[in-house]
């Protein structure tokens, strides 16, 4: 894991210069992890509090079924709070964040950072961005969800971070006292794998449709936006009335295929590999 300083007053202003700190290698740490270890015999990272800090996992982000944080039992609620921010995976459509067994609501990240210590954060207050919002805690308003959009989400404007997935969250020794020193505290976070649509009946009687396209053919790709095959990290969408030809040894990893038409695998080569970290079939077959 990549740890990376994100002090609002060290990010550049632009947005070009923003991406080019947050690629620049040499200004993240790292952070080592014990491989399918018990979780209570983990390894305990320092932090200074006080800071904001982003922790990186890579190009494939966050893919888990839960991960937990345990809080030191050295923290005291006179001490500044942390502030975090991750990416995470295509592969989960959002995240639920638990204080212990009683989860803390999406949307309850502050606007404002307060590093002093002098405002007292709630356990565990977060923002959970999937990758058609843009942060509000960015200075803009929240609006309503549309129907059919995810209710523990919140849709919001565009914005120029459309397209990104963020986890941000607070951890605060708020609830810390000389009373319970000892006592364990945790986040816990629980990725979700899809939040809507996601068991929408499909007529398996459709016949595939009889239109074919070759992946291999240049011409298929013509009418599409880029004019061209789909790079690794984009998304495809097989159109209604097309049947796909997969006629490549291996297509590029893909972000996010979605079927409404047909694919069919050539039987002309000795093995083919579709590869999306997300295929979902929406009326269509493969």
Not at 23 to 39: C, H, N, Q, V
Not at 187 to 207: A, P, Q, S, T
Request: proline share 5%; glycine share 6%.
């Amino acid at each position: 894991m990549k740890i990376l300083n994100y002090d609002d007053d060290l990010l550049p202003k632009e947005e070009a210069a923003l991406e080019t700190y947050l690629k620049d290698k040499s200004k993240y740490g790292s952070l080592a992890f014990r491989d399918k270890e018990d979780p209570l015999a983990s390894w305990a990272y320092p932090f200074v509090t006080g800071h904001k800090y982003k922790a990186h996992w890579g190009v494939v982000g966050i893919d888990f079924t839960d991960f937990q944080l345990e809080m030191s039992e050295r923290w005291r609620n006179t001490d500044k709070p942390i502030y975090m921010v991750h990416n995470f995976t295509n592969q989960r459509h959002a995240l639920n964040v638990f204080n212990g067994n009683n989860q803390v609501a999406n949307n309850t990240l502050p606007k404002t950072w307060d590093p002093s210590g002098k405002t007292v954060y709630d356990v565990g207050v977060n923002l959970v961005i999937n990758g058609t919002m843009k942060d509000p805690t960015a200075g803009l308003v929240t609006e309503t969800p549309k129907e059919g959009e995810s209710t523990t989400t919140p849709a919001v404007k565009k914005a120029s971070e459309q397209g990104s997935k963020f986890l941000k969250y607070i951890i605060s020794p708020k609830e810390r006292s000389d009373k319970n020193l000892w006592k364990r505290q945790n986040l816990k976070f629980k990725g979700i794998f899809c939040i809507y649509h996601c068991n929408v009946e499909v007529d398996n009687n459709v016949d595939i449709p009889m239109v074919y396209y070759k992946w291999s053919e240049a011409a298929t790709w013509k009418s599409t936006t880029a004019g061209r095959s789909p790079i690794a990290g984009e998304d495809l969408i097989v159109p209604a009335g097309w049947n796909l030809i997969l006629d490549i040894a291996e297509t590029p990893l893909l972000k996010k295929i979605t079927v409404l038409g047909g694919i069919t695998f050539s039987t002309e080569l000795p093995s083919v590999h579709l590869k999306a970290y997300i295929i979902s079939v929406r009326g269509g077959l493969i």
